[in-house]
């Protein structure tokens, strides 16, 4: 007897416990929970945390998210309206506002994520449809800056835009809130992660802006040898005048050095007439040294004054 009552109090405690595992249930500060009785939602949603109680095996904790979430779109090809085709990817954040009618729609995250393609994929290509690429990648009218000599090349003047790519983003983000204002959700951000040419697009513009860059090379490349010829014509002539004017003070030199040579001659011809007997020997000595040799054969009249000192000597 003793021993069936302690059987009986075992089973009491195991049931206790687990009905109390199946009727107790944790919410944490990042949670929110519908609960479900048969599938159908019962009562209003639990917000707060804490030690939470439902009807053992009968209700089930439909637990929720509160923090922010995040959707990653799938890049799609979307022509602009001024017809470039471009690859679009995007990125949103979403948060769960309401999980009693966020329940009752969605069913859960995956099947958010799977509505959420669809607004957003649907708002994003509609967009990009009905905007010119340059809307969808500048902000403002700003002025261009002139960077350096090659900027002089090319023409910077940007093109007006009327919207711009936040306000395009905030569009989407707007239509989409619209639309999924009775899903219990809210997209709290929405951005373009990445906006490019599709490949045959991105080849041309790539062979376009290198063609550019050779025809500013060449540019920069014939003025370079403009100026090189430019610069060697003014060192020539440079040079030319440094050669002249130093020729012409070696000759202005010579002459006075001559001058003065000469000058010397005729103080030392005009002295004794000893001395300028000395004189006009050494002289036609000198003469004789640079006029006669071995190899030379000098005819002389009798009265030539050169020939007065061989004379002399015989």
Do not use: C
């Not at 859960?108 to 393609?117: I, V």
């Not at 062979?207 to 060697?232: H, L």
């Amino acid at each position: 007897m003793k021993q069936n009552k302690l059987i009986y109090t075992i089973i009491g405690i195991l049931v206790g416990i687990l009905v109390l595992s199946q009727g107790l249930f944790i919410v944490k500060e990042t949670e929110q929970v519908v609960i479900t009785q048969f599938g159908k939602p019962v009562g209003e949603p639990i917000m707060e945390p804490g030690l939470k109680f439902k009807i053992p095996f009968v209700q089930t904790a439909n637990f929720f998210e509160k923090r922010f979430l995040e959707w990653d779109g799938d890049p799609n090809q979307v022509p602009t309206k001024d017809k470039k085709f471009i690859f679009v990817d995007t990125y949103a954040r979403w948060q769960i506002t309401d999980p009693l009618q966020f329940y009752k729609r969605l069913t859960n995250e995956r099947g958010a994520q799977s509505r959420l393609d669809d607004l957003l994929d649907g708002e994003t290509r509609d967009n990009v449809a009905n905007h010119d690429l340059v809307e969808l990648v500048r902000n403002s009218n700003r002025q261009a800056i002139q960077t350096g000599r090659i900027s002089e090349l090319i023409d910077d003047t940007l093109s007006d835009i009327n919207v711009g790519r936040v306000a395009i983003q905030n569009k989407v983000q707007q239509s989409a809130n619209q639309q999924a204002k009775d899903l219990g959700i809210e997209i709290l951000d929405f951005r373009f992660k990445r906006i490019n040419y599709v490949e045959d697009v991105r080849k041309r513009v790539y062979e376009r802006m290198r063609s550019e860059r050779y025809r500013i090379a060449d540019k920069f490349r014939s003025e370079g040898q403009g100026e090189a010829s430019r610069i060697n014509g003014q060192k020539e002539r440079e040079l030319n005048e440094i050669q002249s004017e130093a020729f012409r003070k070696a000759e202005i030199i010579k002459g006075e050095a001559d001058a003065e040579a000469a000058a010397i001659y005729a103080d030392a011809y005009n002295q004794s007439s000893q001395s300028r007997d000395f004189y006009e020997f050494t002289k036609t000595l000198e003469t004789y040294r640079k006029t006669l040799d071995t190899t030379t054969t000098v005819i002389f009249s009798n009265d030539s004054e050169l020939f007065k000192y061989l004379k002399d000597m015989q």
